[in-house]
């Protein structure tokens, strides 16, 4: 999509510059229209291959960390009244990721140049989301710097925190599968094979399990070196069919049904809508942007598409909590009974960030359980393919002794 630098007008008549991408001018001057100004001159920013190459390059490697750190320190530093030249280049100098650090000196020049952080933030879309360009221009505008800072950092805390739970719950299952999947691969290359030997200088007459362990085991130790790029083809393979907007679908659809991750698919999305409607209100940013936010920031792609229908009718005049009742397969009714009440008192800010810690206290006791569920059937997933092998591998010696 191509990128516009853009002059534009206010109602009250104060000129202001920026860039934004759009499709064409039409869409470009829709898009300010909604925010109050009036598109005077546009022209299409025409960045070098190199330097396209470096913009995408910056975003790899820039963690939330990263952007925690800088966010926490420079509303540190915009309090104490640093001028904000001077405090992006101290952040600059204390920042340990390369990238982050020749970003934060490229904004920097553009702020001396007259540039507003917003704008320079725009630049870099990789490492300054969307969601941080509306909220410190909002900041900027309004002279709430240092609260709109203060709601992004809480923003990113949260947003961090609910994924290490996530992460934590799933390193448990993982650690054991990888563990059973390797001292199996090392019991078919190395004792099958033995047994296999053994089995066939006694002449004895197989099951039919016992020969598919001892097919296996020659098998893996004949093409072991073949595993590998099995792996990396079926990751490979998982990843493309992602990219597709059907293979996307398919695996969200089939997240939303499974029993035991629906819930905990629902509750991290709507803590994640919550969370960040909740900032982003609270910032001043209007609601049909930080709709198209939000949409933009959420993983599963019917959430996705329910908020972006929600804006068609938020548009019209439709009440927010009436767009979402529709969707109840995905919001959880509290969510639409909370989003009813902020619309009813006037203060939606204050009741979805009480939402938003109510959804992720229950998403932690949600992977609390998801252990618990998943630890059992990993037992038993051991166990039987342990008696399978046992089974399959001691049942001819049993046979010999018989006929002894």
Excluded: C
């Amino acid at each position: 999509m191509p990128r516009f630098s853009y002059i534009a007008k206010s109602e009250e008549g104060l000129t202001k510059t920026g860039f934004l991408e759009a499709k064409d001018e039409t869409e470009l001057a829709e898009a300010l229209r909604q925010e109050g100004l009036f598109l005077i001159s546009s022209k299409t920013e025409d960045l070098s291959s190199k330097d396209k190459k470096f913009s995408l390059s910056l975003g790899s490697g820039v963690g939330s960390k990263d952007k925690l750190f800088f966010i926490r320190n420079l509303r540190v530093m915009t309090v104490a009244g640093v001028a904000l030249p001077r405090a992006i280049a101290t952040l600059a100098d204390q920042a340990r990721n390369k990238n982050f650090k020749r970003a934060l000196i490229k904004i920097q020049e553009k702020i001396i140049h007259g540039q507003s952080l917003s704008q320079s933030m725009q630049e870099y879309p990789e490492i300054f989301p969307e969601i941080f360009q509306n909220m410190v221009k909002v900041g900027e505008e309004s002279g709430t710097l240092e609260q709109v800072l203060n709601n992004l950092a809480l923003q990113l805390e949260k947003q961090q925190e609910l994924k290490s739970k996530i992460v934590s719950a799933l390193i448990y299952p993982l650690v054991v599968l990888s563990a059973m999947v390797g001292i199996g691969f090392l019991m078919l290359i190395i004792v099958v094979p033995q047994l296999a030997e053994t089995f066939a200088e006694l002449e004895l007459t197989l099951p039919f399990t016992t020969r598919i362990v001892i097919w296996l085991g020659t098998t893996a130790k004949q093409y072991w070196y073949l595993l590998p790029i099995v792996i990396f083809g079926l990751v490979f393979i998982i990843r493309q069919i992602l990219k597709l907007k059907s293979g996307k679908r398919l695996f969200d659809k089939l997240f939303l049904k499974l029993p035991a991750l629906s819930k905990l698919v629902r509750e991290t999305s709507s803590a994640s809508f919550a969370r960040t409607l909740s900032s982003l209100t609270a910032s001043g940013v209007p609601l049909i942007k930080s709709l198209e936010i939000i949409a933009g920031t959420l993983d599963n792609v019917y959430f996705k598409d329910s908020l972006l229908a929600a804006v068609e009718q938020v548009k019209k005049g439709v009440k927010l909590s009436e767009t979402l009742k529709p969707y109840n397969n995905l919001y959880l009714p509290i969510v639409v009974q909370m989003v009813e009440i902020g619309e009813e008192t006037g203060e939606t800010s204050q009741v979805l960030e009480q939402l938003a810690t109510f959804l992720e206290d229950e998403v932690t006791n949600a992977t609390k359980n998801l252990a618990s569920i998943i630890e059992p059937l990993l037992m038993l997933v051991v166990g039987g393919a342990v008696g399978f092998f046992a089974i399959s591998m001691i049942q001819p010696m049993y046979s010999m002794l018989e006929a002894l």
